[in-house]
């Protein structure tokens, strides 16, 4: 049986760091109640002169190297992402195009926090049904561009950042163990960005009312999340006929400390079982969970054979959680 591996890992994020102090020049917050309430304590800010794509190649080209395998050999490439370069075409072309990869598939795919896991879980399925043999799954955010920085409950949160895995076939037990994908329209409306699109296209009338930055019920938003998150880490074990001790560490998405708290009680896992960084580089959305990963595995926290849960929540709301071994 084909198996889907993680062959490399990878990530790149911006050299400006934007610490909470510095947050308190920009916005009436301090670092007390950013921290207490989050866990953050930084994030990064991309130059002005890069886009989505310049970052997502970076950690792209790191997941190749740290695999072995040449850029070249990537057949398909899976951007999650909802800041791309353009509208048109998928910022995934641009990579494709700055790697030197291809010709092969390239596409993008929106789940907001979640877009990691669905690309995950698209390169999975791409990867078993022998359609592809190296896949790029890439999460990468420049989420400092679409935030309103007079709203101190947004602005606080978000930072910039790119993952990236390389996937390809190998033998089971080792690989992608399962993958569960979840949505739930009806609380669009507690995390979106009303203009752009079709529903509000950019005019002059729209940029006046501030319709193109990040909106949120941060309230609803926490509920949703550690409700949303807990069932699908506890479906994931159910799945691989699993309990809460079996798993070795726990890649979460990096949202909230409170957040990864509160999911940590409810399925019964140790906080000393999950991997943060939340403090380095706040919420990187569709990011967190592949930069949290690399991080994991280059400081040798990763070993062969161990079992990981990869779990996160966005905006839709979108979630989702994996189970691998190592």
Known sequence: MISTQILGT??????KVLSNLDLEKLVDTNDQWITERTGIKERRVLDPAL??????????RAACESAGVSPRDVDCIIVGTVTPDMPMPATAVF????????????????AACAGFLYGLAVGDSLVKAGQFKRVLVIGVEILTRILDWKDRNTCVLFGDGAGAVLLGPG????????????????????LYIPGGGTRHPTTHDTIEKNLHVVKMNGRAVFSQAVRNISAACQAALDANGMVAADVDLVVAHQANLRIVEGVAQ???LPMEKFWLNIAQYGNTSSASVPIALDEAVRAGKIQPGMRLLFCALGAGFSWGSAMVRW
Do not use: C, I, N
């Open 10 to 15: 990878g990530r790149a994020v911006p050299e």
């Open 51 to 60: 886009a989505t794509s310049d970052l997502a190649t970076e950690a792209a």
């Open 95 to 110: 990579v494709q195009q700055k790697l030197g990869a291809g010709p092969g598939a390239a596409f993008d795919l929106s």
């Open 171 to 190: 033998d089971a037990p080792r690989g992608v163990m399962s993958t569960h994908l979840y949505a739930d329209g009806a609380g669009w409306e507690h």
């Open 266 to 268: 409810r399925v019964g």
